[in-house]
């Protein structure tokens, strides 16, 4: 039988909703931290709303109008700019785009992360002199640029320092007037739903080269790594599994060698395919054990396998017979060098403006009451476990925004206009306890 989807992925889904709760949790608590302070709430003026200053005096079409006027600007700056990369990316210029990624981390941890810490030192009274501040937050940002971007750096560090980030961003959106909050992240999810699954997207092109090319986007992007054994590669399932493809004949034969793992009475069978394994593909399992897992078809040897919880999907019942020929022509080993790359993917990755843009809306939440955080936050991470359940299954990119975003919005709207009024007025009137 089929692994179902949990199974597969589960790890890796709580691996992704367990930084985005922490990220969400942390800006709900600055903002309420920075808003019951005595100074006034203060708004920022940012490429987000650089065309209409909201104005508490302004009537309701005005707001409305401007903030869409804001949001339309606004998008259309990301799609140029988004455009740009493109084309920089395209054109090999990707050392450029490294040191321009490190250099905003360097900045939205020096200047603005700087600028919420002294805030905060404010707000606390901690007694801090100006020298020590500047060595804290010079070491702070020194090590969160080497953390992100230097590869000897542990897994864990480099994900505390990519919520830091997330949660920095978020809170500076926070100061945003809330009309243009509120038309932003629904025009940033429509512009994530097309750039991404859109022919000419500017994020799918993105995706679709980066996988041409078989690299890393230069950007900055939570990976959840699956947790693996020291000596464990994808054979930790209890599979060997050797391929061997014949680009003449145009036919591929897939070899299946249960391991020493598996029960007494398939060890000869074990003893034949791996016997067939060495032979075939010219590498046995005998010189590593248990934990040997070699993938091969055609001119395409991928050794991420051992980083992938899904290396194994491509067999999952036991009871088969330990050598399967598939026979095909040649889109048949496309096909298959497709299914290869797929179950050697390196996990889910999540890319750094959702946790920003998911903590924005409950950041806004927060500055009218809790009820209405917890309805938005049940939303998103509902919406946020849907957009990867049908990660799973369609296997390719997809938009993280438009579902939890369409979500978030509509249970803060449903739970500020219906919800809250009548939780009020029945406890008030002693109806609820």
Not at 104 to 123: D, E, K
Not at 263 to 271: A, D, G, Y
Not at 296 to 324: H, T, W
Request: charged share 15%; with cysteine.
């Amino acid at each position: 039988m089929e692994s179902s989807v949990l199974e597969c992925i589960g790890v890796e889904i709580i691996g992704v909703m367990s930084p985005v709760s922490i990220c969400m949790f942390l800006v709900v608590l600055l903002v309420y931290s920075l808003s019951t302070s005595s100074s006034p709430e203060t708004t920022i003026t940012t490429a987000a709303n650089l065309v209409y200053a909201e104005n508490p005096s302004d009537t309701t079409t005005q707001k409305l109008e401007g903030a869409l006027l804001n949001a339309v600007v606004f998008v259309i700056l990301i799609a140029i700019v988004t455009f740009l990369l493109v084309l920089l990316y395209y054109y090999n210029c990707t050392s450029f785009l490294r040191n321009y990624v490190r250099f905003s981390a360097f900045f939205v941890l020096a200047s603005m992360g700087g600028s919420i810490f002294l805030s905060l030192i404010q707000r606390f009274s901690i007694p801090l002199d100006s020298i020590t501040c500047f060595i804290l937050l010079f070491n702070f940002t020194i090590i969160g640029v080497l953390s992100i971007f230097a590869s000897a750096i542990p897994i864990i560090l480099r994900q505390c320092y990519m919520v830091c980030l997330g949660i920095i961003v978020a809170a500076w959106f926070t100061k945003l007037p809330e009309w243009t909050t509120w038309t932003l992240l629904v025009a940033l999810a429509v512009y994530d739903l097309v750039a991404v699954l859109a022919p000419g997207g500017p994020l799918k092109l993105l995706v679709d080269l980066a996988s041409s090319r078989n690299e890393e986007l230069p950007a900055l992007i939570y990976e959840a790594r699956p947790t693996v054994a020291p000596t464990g590669r994808a054979a930790a399932l209890g599979f060997l599994v050797a391929g061997v493809a014949d680009s003449e004949s145009s036919s591929i034969e897939l070899q299946v060698v249960p391991t020493e793992n598996q029960s007494n009475s398939n060890s000869n069978s074990n003893s034949n395919s791996n016997s067939n394994a060495q032979g075939a593909g010219g590498s046995g399992g005998g010189s590593r054990g248990d934990s040997v897992a070699v993938v091969r078809v055609e001119d395409f040897v991928n050794d991420e396998g051992e980083r992938s919880p899904l290396v194994g999907n491509a067999i999952r019942d036991e009871e088969r017979s330990p050598l399967v020929e598939v026979m095909g022509n040649e889109r048949e080993i496309g096909t298959m060098r497709r299914e290869v790359e797929e179950v050697t993917e390196r996990g889910i990755k999540l890319g750094l403006g959702d946790f920003v843009f998911y903590s924005v809306l409950v950041g806004r939440a927060a500055m009218y009451d809790l009820m209405t955080v917890y309805a938005c936050y049940l939303a998103i991470i509902s919406g946020l476990g849907c957009t990867l359940i049908l990660l799973s299954v369609c296997r390719h990119a997809l938009p993280a925004l438009p579902i939890s975003i369409a979500l978030g919005v509509l249970f803060y709207f449903l739970t500020r206009l219906l919800m809250e009024p009548f939780i009020v007025g029945t406890a008030t009137n002693l109806m609820m306890f």
